[in-house]
């Protein structure tokens, strides 16, 4: 039996230049693509000549199929997600249902929204005496029935909350940063049409509401967002054990 891989690629957040030289490689040459929906830039599909089908609307039992067969045809073939396929990718299920068919997975990193968020915010996610914790988590919903916004926000660090436009109102609710946290949303970081939107704890999701935000938006709460109180961090010029 020939070794049959699908090669799993981050698209990155949208920009088509934030793709790996790996990634952008294994698209060139892969026969079939099936990329995640609206959040993978079509300029990131269309690196493939090949087939493109968008995975919306199809089961993992449907996706896992198409994939096996098309490997069994001989074809080379991606399974494309948005930003890094590790967060919020749903990668070991497809894993596991691939594994059925004698499938593996090879994997190529993507550079996540979380990061393309701090890029567009011009800050750092973890900031000498402001915070050294990053927090990545998202409210709950259709595929989650419980979140721990309210526990993780009590750790008082920088937070970045994934899936979380539409209920950003019952998430400062629930957070317990004090009223006066900064918080930035960050709408379809890195694509043309990026957005951001400053505010509070307080008031955030009334501005969210006002310009109309709905979905593809980052939450990212703390200190952070508007850095004033951090400390150097001693790291240049001065000699350094490697870390
Ligand atoms: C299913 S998750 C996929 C996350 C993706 N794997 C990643 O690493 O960015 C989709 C959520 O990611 C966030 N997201 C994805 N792309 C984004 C972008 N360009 N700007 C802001 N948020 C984005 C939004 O919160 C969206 O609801």
Redesign the pocket.
């Known amino acids: 039996m020939t070794d049959k891989v699908v090669t799993f690629v981050g698209a990155g957040?949208?920009n088509p230049k934030l793709i790996t030289l790996l990634g952008k490689e294994k698209l060139e040459e892969a026969d079939l693509v099936i990329y995640a929906g609206s959040?993978v830039n079509p300029v990131v599909v269309d690196y493939c000549k090949g087939e493109k089908v968008d995975s919306y609307g199809l089961t993992l039992e449907d996706i896992s199929k198409r994939i096996a067969d098309a490997l069994e045809e001989g074809k080379k073939v991606v399974r494309l997600?948005?930003?890094?396929?590790s967060?919020?990718?749903n990668v070991v299920e497809q894993m596991g249902e691939l594994k059925k068919y004698g499938v593996t997975v090879e994997r190529v990193p993507g550079v996540?929204?979380?990061f393309?968020?701090a890029a567009a915010l011009n800050t750092q996610l973890t900031l000498n005496g402001v915070s050294d914790t990053l927090i990545i988590t998202r409210p709950a919903g259709k595929t989650l029935e419980e979140d721990k916004l309210k526990e993780l926000s009590r750790h008082n660090a920088t937070m970045a909350v994934?899936?979380?436009?539409q209920k950003i109102e019952e998430i400062m609710e629930k957070v317990e940063y004090s009223d006066d946290t900064p918080v930035a949303v960050?709408?379809?970081?890195?694509?043309p049409d990026q957005k951001i939107i400053y505010g509070t704890v307080s008031d955030i999701a009334q501005k969210v509401k006002d310009e109309g935000i709905i979905?593809?938006?980052?939450i990212l709460i703390g200190g952070v967002v508007d850095p004033i109180d951090y400390r150097r961090s001693h790291l240049y010029g001065v000699a350094q054990e490697p870390l």
Do not use: E
């Open positions: 957040p949208g959040l997600h948005s930003g890094d396929p967060l919020y990718g996540s929204s979380v393309a968020t994934f899936l979380g436009t960050v709408f379809h970081a890195s694509w979905r593809s938006a980052m």
